[in-house]
Nanobody
Framework: QVQLVESGGGLVQAGDSLRLSCVASGRIVSLYGIAWFRQCPGTEREFVAWNSRRDGATDYTESVKGRFTISRDNTKNTVFLQMNRMKHEDTAVYFC?????????????????WGPGTQVTVSS
């Protein structure tokens, strides 16, 4: 079993950058594919990005392609989400999630482990 904790959220202005971190404990993060999701009040959890545990492959939702980058540092048991040129519509609680599969999934129920989330607010 793995425990996940996100950090790095905060209040930024449109056009700014922010880097989120997802630190894993309990088991090493290299055993898991890691995804980032986000959720606004009253809406469903939305897939943002995914990073493979096997070959570094990535997957992004269309709205963040070219702006967000997911990466991992297995030596630090951490996965990052670098968010650049942020927009007001990026405002949400961001969650990281882990799954042992080597195939990307954009469906939240596929993921076995979740962090508590970190709030990101982008002012326009």
């Amino acid at each position: 079993q793995v425990q996940l904790v996100e950090s790095g959220g905060g209040l930024v202005q449109a056009g700014d950058s922010l880097r989120l971190s997802c630190v894993a404990s309990g088991r090493i993060v290299s055993l898991y594919g890691i995804a980032w999701f986000r959720q606004c009040p009253g809406t469903e959890r939305e897939f943002v990005a995914w990073n493979s545990r096997r070959d570094g492959a990535t997957d992004y939702t269309e709205s963040v392609k070219g702006r967000f980058t997911i990466s991992r540092d297995n030596t630090k048991n951490t996965v990052f989400l670098q968010m650049n040129r942020m927009k007001h519509e990026d405002t949400a609680v961001y969650f990281c999630a882990a799954d042992i599969s080597v195939i990307s999934s954009r469906v939240p129920v596929r993921y076995d482990y979740w962090g508590p989330g970190t709030q990101v607010t982008v002012s326009s």
